[in-house]
């Protein structure tokens, strides 16, 4: 029965993690990178990405090592649950109804009326009070301070963090996924110096500053590419980034990129 079990547990467990790593960048000097990112997968089965990339509309693409199959990559909100201070005194009161408590009630500049009870109901604009007198009603408004009569005043509540992300499945055996995308955040600048003290011989000393506000490239082979990249639609995140349509594709977009055409082209 408990290998059974095991076994059970094992067929529901949720998909592994990936974790993509910069493994190669291609960068324009207007700002955008094609970016190649390695993400390792230990064998058949599903997968789930989080960190997605910024990638413009139709760059965003997927290829595994030899010796492993992608079957598929679809798009889905995940949500976490995550526990959130309330930061209004309305949901304080709303999460409390039930409890006992001791509200503070402003009448005037110094005077203050104090009801003790059950809180019945905190909807609209007054709050239901079940009390030793009676059932006793009055605005929010009014409400200067609450005091918990048990010590259990409940002041967060659990909420949603719904985020997009992708699940990638493979079949075959151990390998990677690779995923390239052109995205924004990565530009370089070239500057030339000439040495003329020589008059036999010119020496032409050349350097490229690397702006890089994108993740780090740690050991990535980085090429640096004159001229920019001729994609017209370059300023819209890819659908299965975005989960939404793109621009309406028989229309002119709104600008382009200077270049002869493909991801690269013109010169300095």
Do not use: C
Not at 53 to 73: I, K
Not at 134 to 153: E, M, V, Y
């Amino acid at each position: 029965m408990t290998t059974a079990l095991f076994a059970l547990s094992m067929l529901y467990a949720a998909p592994a993690t990936l974790d993509p790593k910069v493994v190669s960048a291609s960068v324009f000097k207007n700002g955008y990178v094609v970016v190649t990112r390695a993400m390792d997968v230990a064998g058949a089965g599903e997968y789930v990405l989080e960190k997605l990339p910024a990638g413009s509309m139709g760059t965003v693409w997927f290829r595994t090592t030899e010796g492993t199959v992608l079957d598929s990559v679809a798009a889905t909100d995940a949500s976490t649950p995550y526990e959130a201070n309330l930061g209004a005194l309305d949901e304080i009161l709303r999460a409390n109804v039930g409890k006992k408590m001791l509200v503070h009630f402003r009448v005037g500049p110094n005077e203050v009326y104090n009801v003790e009870g059950t809180l019945k109901s905190a909807d609209g604009e007054i709050v239901v009070f079940e009390t030793a007198e009676g059932i006793k009603a009055g605005p929010k408004t009014g409400i200067s301070s609450i005091l918990s009569k048990d010590g259990q005043l409940k002041y967060t509540a659990t909420r949603q963090n719904v985020k997009r992300v992708l699940k990638i499945k493979v079949s075959g055996k151990k390998g990677q996924v690779l995923m390239l995308s052109m995205e924004r955040g990565v530009s370089w600048a070239p500057a030339y110096a000439v040495d003329v003290t020589d008059k036999a011989e010119l020496k032409l000393t050349a350097k490229a500053t690397l702006l890089n506000d994108l993740e780090a490239f740690k050991g990535v082979e980085t090429r640096l590419i004159t001229g920019f990249p001729n994609v017209p639609y370059a300023t819209y995140l890819d659908p299965l980034i975005s989960g939404r349509g793109g621009p309406m594709l028989d229309a002119a977009p709104a600008g382009r990129f200077g270049g002869a055409g493909g991801f690269g082209g013109g010169g300095n």
